[in-house]
């Protein structure tokens, strides 16, 4: 059993901001598998699905830098180890629509993860992060990030994100090890990759209630 974490802020206002990538690859992996209608359970929304076993997908309703306590109900619920819980999110650090899988380390500033480590006691967790770039010059952190995708970004997030969904659903049924190999590499340098199949904006929601 597995559980992948998708990290966002619920509500209309924060839909298709930089943010809220968690939540975007979240409901494509549910989608991707086939996963149950979604529920409400343990402060978040969840679907079940099976990929090569089973397959829990959350977004935390807590908001961003509460994610730990949704993830801590989750996670002491189903009884797994911190190794199979895989956090998605988003990280400044990265050039936008780059992917960086790791198994354990710092939060590195992502208020989201620093959350859920301090909950579950370990860093030790492993996480997925989808690159959203360094805000403009002159731009708060905190509206570049709260901020809606340009219509310039709208491409590269929808290839991004569904290559992030694929990534953590070959880190479930393969490991860490072949999704680090596989989706840790310039994506400029394997453009191929960034072609998935293309997923329906209603199946995209699949985390999200509205």
């Not at 529920?39 to 990929?51: P, Q, V």
């Not at 999704?179 to 400029?188: E, F, K, L, Q, V």
């Amino acid at each position: 059993m597995k559980l992948i974490v998708g990290l966002g802020n619920p509500g209309r206002k924060y839909e298709q901001t930089r943010h809220n990538v968690g939540f975007m690859v979240a409901g494509k992996v549910a989608s991707l598998i086939g996963a149950s209608p979604s529920k409400i359970r343990f402060e978040g929304e969840f679907a079940e699905g099976n990929s090569g076993g089973k397959l829990i997908v959350l977004c935390p309703h807590t908001y961003m830098n509460a994610s730990g306590k949704s993830v801590r109900k989750a996670f002491d619920f189903y009884k797994i180890s911190p190794e199979d819980v895989l956090v998605i999110c988003d990280d400044l650090n990265l050039a936008a629509g780059r992917l960086r899988i790791r198994r354990s380390g710092s939060a590195g500033g992502q208020k989201g993860l620093v959350d859920i480590i301090r909950h579950l006691g370990t860093d030790e967790i492993p996480r997925l992060r989808v690159g959203i770039g360094r805000p403009p010059v002159g731009w708060e952190t905190s509206d570049y990030v709260l901020g809606k995708f340009t219509k310039a970004e709208h491409e590269l997030f929808e290839m991004s994100t569904t290559s992030a969904a694929k990534a953590a659903i070959d880190w479930a049924t393969e490991g860490i090890g072949v999704a680090m190999n596989r989706y840790n590499a310039d994506p400029s340098s394997k453009p191929k990759q960034l072609k998935p199949k293309k997923v329906q904006p209603k199946q995209a929601k699949a985390c999200l209630l509205y």
